[in-house]
């Protein structure tokens, strides 16, 4: 049972070029996240999906797009890199809104966009 | 709207001393408050949580009490050790009708334990 995993775990871009952000669990979880960490600012939720089909804009979605691919996978793009996208990346999971259970973390991508 | 502010870190304590992190949050509705713990290099793992007012999350010698009259949910722990030394993170996540299990962070507080 690996959790939730994340590829690739470190990546430099140069400005303006695209990537994607592969998140994966094998937790039969519902819903899934998509954070960015930047220093003093706590995790931010980039997109969310709440279910394996729906997906739904957060608090800091401009420059990326997501794809729930199926229950166990969600994607992260950057269609356009940007320095200011330069950040550690976090996929979580949780298996059920509704009862509080714990969210469970990746271990992050640390993205530098030059 | 909602949020979380925890104490400005880092916090530096000598091996075997008390801690106190402060946590306090604004929100609409009834929240569920959490407290996270990164480790270096690591993703963030779920230190301990609590679902009402005055209930006590509890794990690893870590405790804290979701106080509803103060909105507050500040860690505590009684000896900390030099493993403790982490980025620990408030959180809390709004229930209800639209509940998305959304967290929404603190800005982290950075945890220092000297031998």
């Known amino acids: 049972n690996a959790g939730v995993t994340q590829t690739p775990k470190f990546q430099v871009l140069k400005t303006g070029q695209s990537m994607t952000l592969q998140c994966a669990q094998d937790?039969?979880?519902?819903?899934m996240y998509w954070y960015r960490q930047d220093p003093g600012m706590g995790l931010r939720l980039i997109y969310y999906?709440?279910?394996?089909?729906?997906?739904d804009k957060g608090e800091v979605p401009n420059g990326y797009n997501v794809s729930r691919l199926n229950k166990r996978e969600f994607s992260l793009r950057l269609e356009s890199a940007a320095p200011s996208q330069t950040s550690v990346y976090f996929c979580?999971?949780?298996?059920?809104?509704?009862?509080?259970?714990?969210?469970?973390f990746g271990p992050g991508t640390r993205l530098t966009v030059l | 709207g909602n949020s979380v502010t925890q104490m400005e870190g880092p916090v530096t304590l000598s091996e075997e001393a008390f801690l106190t992190i402060n946590c306090t949050y604004t929100a609409t509705g009834y929240p569920s408050l959490f407290w996270y713990v990164q480790y270096p290099g690591e993703g963030l793992q779920l230190l301990l949580k609590?679902?009402?007012?005055?209930d006590k999350g509890s794990n690893k010698g870590f405790e804290a009490t979701y106080r509803k009259e103060t909105t507050s949910f500040h860690l505590e722990k009684g000896s900390v050790q030099v493993s403790d030394s982490a980025v620990y993170f408030c959180a809390l996540s709004v229930g209800g009708f639209s509940n998305t299990g959304k967290l929404i962070f603190g800005q982290g507080t950075t945890l220092q334990v000297k031998p």
């Open positions: 937790m039969n979880h519902n819903s």
């Open positions: 609590a679902t009402k007012a005055d």
């Open positions: 999906s709440a279910s394996e089909g729906t997906t």
């Open positions: 979580a999971s949780i298996a059920d809104v509704s009862s509080y259970n714990e969210q469970f």
